[in-house]
């Protein structure tokens, strides 16, 4: 099983920026397609981005499209989140997870079905 360590949150001001990166072990990360999901308190998990297994497709919630950017590099087993103009409502803890490779469901993560494998969390805090 794949086992994920997120990092890169903290602190940022209205209109900062922002990488997140997630390292993966235990199992080479191209057998999965990977996504990342946001949480604050009182509110169901929500899908941020999510990318397939190769890197060729890559699909965003509505409330980040144009200012998040998800990558993966299957070769340093690695998958980063870079958070642009990022606002309040970006503020949440991130979580990195993954989904294998044949699932049915495709490169999708409007939900968290299928998701499998996931981090402990990093904390992104966006105020002035």
């Known amino acids: 099983q794949v086992q994920f360590v997120e990092s890169g949150g903290g602190l940022v001001q209205p209109g900062g920026s922002l990488r997140l990166s997630c390292a993966a072990s235990g199992y080479p990360l191209d057998y999965y397609i990977v996504g990342w999901f946001r949480q604050v308190p009182g509110k169901e998990r929500e899908g941020v981005s999510c990318i397939s297994r190769y890197g060729d497709i890559s699909n965003y919630a509505d409330s980040v499209k144009g200012r998040f950017t998800i990558s993966r590099d299957n070769v340093k087993n690695t998958v980063s989140l870079e958070m642009t103009s990022l606002v309040p409502e970006d503020a949440a803890v991130y979580y990195c997870?993954?989904?294998?490779?044949?699932?049915?469901?495709?490169?999708?993560?409007?939900?968290?079905?299928?998701?499998?494998?996931w981090g402990q969390g990093t904390q992104v805090t966006v105020s002035s």
């Open positions: 997870a993954a989904r294998p490779y044949y699932s049915p469901s495709g490169t999708t993560c409007s939900s968290t079905e299928g998701y499998m494998y």
